[in-house]
Antibody, heavy 119, light 106 residues
Framework: EAQLVESGGDLVQPGGSLRLSCAAA????????MAWVRQAPGKGLEWVAN????????YYADSVKGRFTISRDNAKSSLYLQVNSLRVEDTAVYYC?????????????WGQGTLVTVS | AVQLTQSPSSLSASVGDTVSISCRAS??????LAWYQQTPGKPPNLLIY???NLEGGVPSRFSGSGSGTDFTLTISSLQPEDFTTYYC?????????FGGGTKVEI
């Protein structure tokens, strides 16, 4: 069964950094576009970043460009999000999500999320 | 960036009702729209992709329609588990964007 499991969320002070991880299993990770999507407490969904199968291309939301970096290790079936210069408004549950193998930048598989609190 | 406006932001209905949720794009996105359902404390679940294609395993009471700038999610014969929040997403252009959500309440 395909699954995604995030980790790395924590309580961090403004200006701090974290590295979020997403472990994938049950599908051809190395052939799939992957993404991070976040959701602030009680708010809607916000796309953060996308990454192609071979490590590129990368796409970022303007709100995180220059502060966040998406990357992957296909040998470990893992996706990462390095989050730097954190702001209070970055507080959210961060979801790892998969673009469908058939193509299209929407998300057919989601992890349970990891909470980042900036305070 | 393409802005998506969902309406209404909330609606009240009863089990067995049919409801429709609108998603309007600020520019033509063709058919590049998806719909998700999200229950509290859970990740979103894909319902519809390419505006009108039902994702595998999703009940047939869910349907999507529209193209260009105007899209609709219709839920026929509401079931108790359908009373939750729904989001649209456009994937025609980066940055990807989501609508603000529609909460369906009993």
């Amino acid at each position: 069964e395909a699954q995604l499991v995030e980790s790395g969320g924590d309580l961090v002070q403004p200006g701090g950094s974290l590295r979020l991880s997403c472990a994938a299993a049950g599908f051809s990770f190395g052939a799939t576009y992957m993404a991070w999507v976040r959701q602030a407490p009680g708010k809607g969904l916000e796309w953060v970043a996308n990454l192609g199968p071979g490590g590129g291309p990368t796409y970022y939301a303007d709100s995180v460009k220059g502060r966040f970096t998406i990357s992957r290790d296909n040998a470990k079936s893992s996706l990462y999000l390095q989050v730097n210069s954190l702001r209070v408004e970055d507080t959210a549950v961060y979801y790892c999500a998969r673009d469908p193998p058939r193509g299209g930048a929407y998300f057919d598989l989601w992890g349970q999320g990891t909470l980042v609190t900036v305070s | 960036a393409v802005q998506l406006t969902q309406s209404p932001s909330s609606l009240s209905a009863s089990v067995g009702d049919t409801v429709s949720i609108s998603c309007r794009a600020s520019q033509d996105i063709g058919g590049a729209l998806a719909w998700y359902q999200q229950t509290p404390g859970k990740p979103p679940n894909l319902l519809i992709y390419d505006a009108s294609n039902l994702e595998g395993g999703v009940p047939s009471r869910f349907s999507g329609s529209g193209s260009g700038t105007d899209f609709t999610l219709t839920i026929s014969s509401l079931q108790p588990e359908d009373f939750t929040t729904y989001y649209c997403e456009q994937f025609a252009n980066y940055p990807l964007t989501f609508g603000g959500g529609t909460k369906v309440e009993i």
